[in-house]
């Protein structure tokens, strides 16, 4: 059994904080090969606590593009696996890789799967002829992963979401899918059984959205989606709809602005759509699929939808309640009968060998056993002058030695005595030349040093060689002993301590008290205070009279401020203030419904009242009275 | 036509930093006493009182009652282009759709003018009355601001409790539970430092920490707050403003979550 789970995160760090760590996470999703998407990770702040978790393998994606928001999207494929090395295990790829166009950096240096070479530029239609520059950038946002697992190729997608007037992103969205397509159609030409996964941002058919418009499927994407299925001719199975083609109301994504999951006014967007032959050895394809022969179970997770748990009604425009949890809800599938794999071993792609997560930081150790004195035979008269002066500096100690010479062995490491050696010297000699030859052997040695830090290295390291040797005497001393020498002055019991560090600290006031002016002040201050206890405690007498007709004055203002916000047309209830974030009205003041967006059908559900919060520029008003 | 010549410019500077996030529109308004804005904040929930005296003023000329429609978020950006040594004057002709801002610098050798549009915002002017209150309590502005901070990584609400001893601030999260107690302080050497507790009866009201940090936005204004606490009574959170007036925050107690809601 092979157990597949779809999951658009919001965020992996919310999700791992929400379950305690990362493998609790994965624990509760229970599955063999485990797809995140929108993980919101950057290459910079990766980290292990949400990448690496015992058991598991990651495959991972993350945004690279520079423009405009920095550590959005993102997919990581998560594989449940015994072992990392010489597994027979089906969730274990036997290939991974990041993109699905071929052409990002990291997948120049090795093979592809499948051996996919895109040709640029690309000619498609709808889109006339596409840049290499233009399906890289599609392919930069980290909206995929592919993970070969011997009998399937599995796509981890996040599909872009586009507003239906971004011109731009639609286009983007449009080359992102058909250029996917080319793949898909590449790997399942090979006869590779292909599975695409993820958050696709589509809902292909009305019955996937709550409330759909008239002319949903006749959306550009959704059509597309429809023409990729079995149905309409295409290879993939939608595994939810095929299981369950009469279901209704079933949804994955729920928008949190409006509180969506109170009423269920969702979408489907999350999906499974798997194609390719099944494991059966037998010549008849009509009733032979991966689908219908190998599919036990798809269903959406629904126990993992926000505020599940608590009351619904709890939304009140989302203003006091956070419902923790992503705004997708998981999808799983489940395959019998999948044979092992050969043994295998994790690709060199997984993260646990990326540098962020591998560490770039080498160990210092490496570098301190090696206490080699630098030697160069092949050098000129100007370095045997250098090393001599060095040696004569480090007279002093032999462990001062020791580390001073380090980075020349470093340096003469890394370079091989060639290139970068010929540098420094010809540094030192510019700098000799300068200095002149009178110059101190102090002078000259940092110049052997091929950068500021390392000079500055060198006066500390001495300095730290010093403090070592002293303190290789001596064991490490407690910071009791910093504490003690206190205790000669007055003041032997710890009580008695006290008491006079505070008599000092009051001397000490009185005598700056005077001098910073403070003291004429404070009687000001202090006589101005009284006088205003004075003012308030003369009423505060409290005739209860007056008590209670302030306590109904208030209550009045009270509900004249709550009536005096508008009221929604279906409800006839106060609204919530809302401003706009971006456009021309940006910071501008709106009223709309408080309650949470649902059907139609429901009147419980968010009205959809809306109106400005009554402001205008007094020009503006003049000129529209001018005008009537 | 209304001229108010402000020497301490920083001063209207602090003031709108105070309000601009609570409060977006606001009219202003001069009479011959003074310079005031009484406002709600957008949800109807907390009230906020400025009164700037007329006597503060080096100049103060107000020929008859004017009332400004001003965006706090677009005055906020013109007084920032005021330096904190500043002179601001407020200008406005009667009838005016326009108010200028002149800034000068000490010494005069830059003047700057700024002129904002007005805005037309409808609001009703409310009678706040005059109420006595069960406690008062005067503490640290910078202290008042870092108990509501603090509290507010915890929680979402803030009990306030005073009692003889003191008063104690408290709230309760996911995460666990914090409880602050300052006691009355009256013997330190700085006024400013001192917190001082005027108590007819124990009082314990809870409030929404999203707008007591809010009106913490007004401690630069001035080194000490008033919290004046009565139960069934809007709390006021005062800071007085040297010389010139104060700025007053209302906010009703929470009473409890659902019926805080639905009334």
Known sequence: MVKIVTYNVNGLRPRVAQHGSLRRLLEALDADIICFQETKLSRQDLSGDVIMAEGYEAFISCNRSTKGRGAYSGVATFCRVTSAFSSQEVALPVAAEEGFTGLQETAKNSETIGNFVLVTPVEEEDLGEVTTEDIIKVDNEGRCVITDHGHFVLFNIYGPAVQEDDKERLRFKLLFYKILQRRWEHMLALGKRVFVVGDLNIAPASVDRCDAPPGFEKQMFREWLRSMLRENGGPFFDAFRSKHPERVGAYTCFNQKVGAEVYNYGSRIDHILISGACFHHCGSVEDHSIFSCHVEECEIMDHFRRGNSENMSMWKGGRSSKLEGSDHIPVYLVLNEIPQLPAHNTPSTAARYLPEIRGWQQSIVSFLRKGIVYEHKDDTDLNMSMCRADESYCDDGLESKVIYNEPQTAIAKSSEGSNLYSVIKRKNLDQLLNEGSSSSSHNITPTLLPTQSRKASFSSSKAVSNKKSKHNLSSQPTIKSFFQQPKSKPGDGNSNSLVTSQDAFCGTDELHGPKNDCLPESIQCTTSATEDQGNLNVPCSLSTDKYNDTTLEWQRIQRRMKMTLPLCKGHREPCIPRSVKKGSNTGRLFYVCAHAQGPASNPEANCGHFQWATVKSKEKRRQLTKAT | ?263
């Open chain 2, 1 to 263: 036509m209304l001229e108010l010549r402000l020497v301490q410019g920083s001063l209207l500077k602090k003031v709108l930093e105070a309000i601009r996030e609570l409060v977006t529109d606001a009219n202003f308004d001069c009479s011959a006493t003074g310079f005031s804005l009484q406002a709600m904040d957008s949800s109807h929930v907390a009230l906020v009182a400025l009164l700037l005296r007329s006597e503060g003023f080096e100049h103060y000329r107000c020929d008859r009652n004017m009332s400004m429609g001003m965006n706090l978020q677009n005055m906020a950006k013109m007084l920032r282009c005021a330096g904190n040594d500043d002179i601001i004057t407020i200008k406005a002709d009667d009838g005016s759709d326009t108010v200028t801002f002149m800034f000068e610098s000490p010494n005069q050798d830059k003047i700057a003018d700024f002129e904002m549009k007005l805005m037309d915002i409808d609001s009703e002017h409310l009678g706040i009355p005059d109420s006595e209150y069960q406690a008062i309590v005067r503490m640290p502005s910078a202290e008042f601001l870092r108990i509501c901070k603090d509290l507010s990584t915890i929680g979402d609400t803030v009990i306030i409790s005073v009692t003889k001893e003191g008063v104690k601030f408290s709230t309760a999260g996911d995460i666990g539970t914090a409880n602050i107690v300052c006691r009355q302080n009256k013997t330190v050497d700085k006024p400013e430092d001192a917190t001082i507790i005027e108590m007819q009866e124990p009082v314990s009201l809870t409030f929404a920490l999203r707008y007591m940090n809010s009106f913490t936005k007004a401690s630069p204004l001035s080194d000490q707050v008033t919290i004046s606490l009565s139960s069934e009574l809007p709390v006021v959170v005062e800071y007085k403003i040297a010389e010139m007036g104060y700025i007053r925050f209302y906010l009703a107690p929470k009473i409890e979550e659902d019926e805080d809601m639905k009334s």
